[in-house]
């Protein structure tokens, strides 16, 4: 009786969110791991951000989609997640396609900063905490480079700064890679600057036709791999929860941060899981702007709903490799369309648009059919949890998602006795599901609501006036008793049926 009091306790509510274990693969163990957040109740996680010089695609919607899903189940789960995502505004490439457009590096930054910006918030990705942009940050990654050559980790040749990856002697731990086999497989052209090939810059000294800025070693602008530690750590602290990104990230890229990090912070410091999406590849090659295959986020919104597309990506683990399919895209149309139908039968029965559920509950003696219905209810929440406890598994908690989006149908359609209290949970559960996969968020009617009320009145006055002429007196009357109780004074006059609204 206990154990199952115990376990009524935990699975219910509040008391359950942080007992549940989540186990995350990361990427620096490769291994799952039980997560355990720094502080109590809360995350603290950081993603790479894009490269501003082109449209966002869906190789990058993957990519953030699948991050928010698991923001937004630590938030299902009670934690406060401080969520940041950076914006790179100066790098190699911007430049380049700033010089062929014959434009500024920072009218294309903020051009493409804007269009990414609107883009994943088309998705339904929440907002981040804050997105940094690395020309904000210039001081202090100057100060971190001075830093690093002070400590013997960094080296100035010619006005750039490289790190010397001798220093730390698990470099390469990341991505399980030995340095030998790094210096093989880098395809690096060899620079008579750097100590050892995989020596990357920090600073790089200024050229013609680049953007600079002051530094102790001359002019010039930042590396890739050290804004992300400065942004990360400005806003998370030295040692923070997660660090996320695309599978391409994880070498050189988060490798050259873990380094960064560990020389000025110490051992310990920085992200304690790194978590990576699979990539999005077409026809089996990465998308990527480089390779001209991509599809602009943009141009599917045109033909596919947000929300489809969200059920598209959460349909495989985050982790796996995902071949775009435009067909398989399409199917979660139909899906989509199944979850709102679940949604809209539940406020056809409620009576109405519920923004307010919680506070409609009531506390309300609950018969058989009810307990029987809200003990499935737990069971369905149980499993989604365990799910997506599971590294995040969304294909398992999306059939889950489904399964209860019929089983709410099915419910309506065959239960007789059900109470307001049951209905109005089954909602607010179902809500809460679908909100971790960022769904549903289109709850108001998809029509004019005062044209469609004008309409339907025209109905009802229309139908009402079918029963005066077969004589159906008593229907009619009712129907026009109703109307009055609505507030609707009907007036039948020789030609017409009038109604006015009852003023007082
Ligand atoms: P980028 O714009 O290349 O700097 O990438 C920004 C983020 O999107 C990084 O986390 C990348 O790993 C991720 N990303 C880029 N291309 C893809 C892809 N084809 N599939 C999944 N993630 C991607
Ligand atoms: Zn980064």
Same mark, same amino acid.
């Given at each position: ?357 919680? #506070?409609? !509950?009531?506390?309300? +003696? &609950?018969?058989? @059919?009810?307990? *029987?219905?809200?003990?499935? =209810?737990? %069971?369905? $929440? ?46 607010? #559960?179902? !809500?809460?599901?679908? +909100? &971790?996969?960022? @769904?549903?968020? *289109?709850?108001?009617?998809? =029509?004019? %609501?005062? $044209? ?53």
């Amino acid at each position: 009786m206990l154990i199952l009091y115990l376990l009524t306790y935990l699975y219910q509510g509040d008391g359950y969110l942080y007992r549940s274990k989540i186990y995350l693969y990361n990427t620096a163990s490769k291994r799952l791991e039980e997560f355990i957040p720094r502080v109590k109740n809360e995350v603290k996680m950081y993603v790479c951000g894009p490269t501003v010089y082109d449209e966002t695609h869906i190789g990058h919607a993957r990519t953030y989609i699948a991050f928010d899903i698991i923001r937004r189940y630590f938030e299902y789960l009670g934690y406060k997640v401080t969520f940041i995502l950076n914006i790179t505004d100066i790098d190699d490439k911007i430049i380049r396609r700033a010089n062929e457009e014959g434009k500024s590096w920072k009218e294309i930054s903020e051009y493409y900063t804007e269009r990414f910006l609107e883009d994943i918030r088309a998705l339904y990705i929440k907002e981040a905490s804050h997105y940094p942009k690395v020309t904000e940050f210039i001081n202090e990654i100057v100060n971190l480079t001075s830093l690093l050559i002070e400590k013997g980790y960094a080296y100035e040749v010619n006005g750039s700064v490289y790190f010397n990856v001798d220093k730390i002697p698990d470099y390469g731990s990341l991505s399980g890679q030995r340095i030998e086999d790094l210096i093989a497989g880098a395809r690096v052209a060899v620079d008579p600057n750097k100590k050892n090939p995989l020596d990357f810059a920090l600073w790089k000294a200024w050229k013609p036709r680049e953007p600079w800025w002051s530094s102790p070693w001359g002019p010039g602008r930042p590396g890739w791999h050290i804004e992300c530690v400065v942004m990360a750590t400005k806003y998370l602290g030295e040692v923070f929860d997660i660090h996320g990104g695309g599978q391409d990230l994880v070498f050189p890229h988060h490798e050259n941060e873990l380094a960064i990090a560990k020389a000025c912070f110490g051992k310990e410091s920085f992200a304690r899981y790194w978590l990576h999406t699979g990539l999005l590849t077409i026809k089996g090659e990465k998308m990527s702007k480089s390779l001209h295959n991509i599809i602009p986020v943009r141009d599917l919104l045109k033909k596919y709903r947000a929300e489809a597309i969200r059920l598209y990506i959460a349909s495989s683990h985050y982790r796996s490799q995902l071949d775009f399919s435009i067909d398989a895209l399409a199917q979660y149309e139909v899906t989509l369309d199944t979850l709102y139908a679940a949604h809209d039968y539940l406020v056809s029965v409620i009576g109405k648009n519920v923004s307010n559920a919680e #506070e409609l !509950l009531e506390r309300e +003696e &609950v018969g058989k @059919v009810d307990k *029987e219905v809200l003990e499935n =209810v737990n %069971v369905l $929440k149980n499993s989604f949890i365990d799910a997506m406890n599971n590294d995040f598994s969304t294909p398992k908690a999306l059939s889950i998602l489904l399964k209860f989006a019929r089983y709410i149908t099915s419910v309506l359609s065959e239960y007789e006795e059900l109470s307001r209290t049951t209905i109005l949970k089954l909602y607010i #559960e179902y !809500l809460k599901m679908a +909100e &971790v996969f960022g @769904v549903l968020n *289109e709850r108001k009617p998809p =029509v004019d %609501v005062e $044209k469609l009320f004008y309409e339907l009145l025209s109905l009802v006055i229309e139908l009402r006036n079918y029963f005066r002429k077969q004589k159906m007196w008593s229907i009619a009357d009712n129907i026009r008793d109703k109307l009055g109780a609505l507030g609707i004074l009907i007036n039948d006059t020789k030609y017409r049926t009038l109604w006015r609204w009852r003023r007082k």
